[in-house]
Structure formats: structure tokens, C-alpha cells
Nanobody
Framework: QVQLVESGGGLVQAGGSLRLSCAASGRTLSSYAMGWFRQAPGKEREFAAASSRGGTITSYVESVKGRFTISRDNAKNTVYLQMNSLKPEDTAVYYC?????????????????WGQGTQVTVSS
């Protein structure tokens, strides 16, 4: 079992930055691919970014490429999502997820464990 806890969300103006953290306990994160997903009000959860176990492979949804960066510190058992040049359409609850049998997948059903989410609100 892996327990994931996200932090770092908040209210920011358009153009600003936030760094989300996802701290894991129970198992070492180096065994898992990690993903960030987000869900805006009234919309389905969507993929944002993912990292392979070693962090050498990353993937992003087109709308965040060049603005978001996923990274991981396996020694600290933590995954990060650096979000720059934020836009109002980035407003959502952001969830991190851990997958044992996947590699930087953008498919939510390939992840085994999920955090509770952290709210990101970008004002215009």
C-alpha cells in the first residue's frame, strides 16, 4: 500500500507559479511511475503530467507543455509538479497517482494509488 498526500495548492494570479508536492509513505516511490491529474469544476478528471520510475521519461498534456515540469526525488519519496505561467483554465483539484505497472502513462486506470487532491485556483 502507498499513501499519497498532496500539498502546495492555493490561490495565485494568472502568470504566477506554484509547486505542488506529493509525499508518499508506505512504500518507496522508486518502484512506481507517478502521474499528476486534475479535475476542474463540472469536468472529468484529466491527465496533466507523468514520470517513469527513474524519472527519465516524462509526458505532458499538450496544454501544459513548456509550463509544467514533473520531477521526483526518490530519496525523499516525493514527486513535484512545478507550474509556471499559470492560466485561469489551470484551475482544478490536482491529484497525484502512483502506478506499479505503468510508465509515464496518461491513462488514469493504469494507476493504483491516489492522493486526496489539492486545490489550485488561478485568478484572472
Amino acid at each position: 500500500q502507498v499513501q499519497l498526500v498532496e500539498s502546495g495548492g492555493g490561490l495565485v494570479q494568472a502568470g504566477g507559479s506554484l509547486r505542488l508536492s506529493c509525499a508518499a509513505s508506505g512504500r518507496t516511490l522508486s518502484s512506481y511511475a507517478m502521474g499528476w491529474f486534475r479535475q476542474a469544476p463540472g469536468k472529468e478528471r484529466e491527465f496533466a503530467a507523468a514520470s517513469s520510475r527513474g524519472g527519465t521519461i516524462t509526458s505532458y498534456v499538450e496544454s501544459v507543455k513548456g509550463r509544467f515540469t514533473i520531477s521526483r526525488d526518490n530519496a525523499k519519496n516525493t514527486v513535484y509538479l512545478q507550474m509556471n505561467s499559470l492560466k485561469p483554465e489551470d484551475t482544478a483539484v490536482y491529484y497525484c497517482a502512483a502506478g506499479l505497472k505503468t510508465a509515464a502513462s496518461r491513462w488514469a486506470n493504469e494507476y493504483d494509488y491516489w492522493g486526496q487532491g489539492t486545490q489550485v485556483t488561478v485568478s484572472s
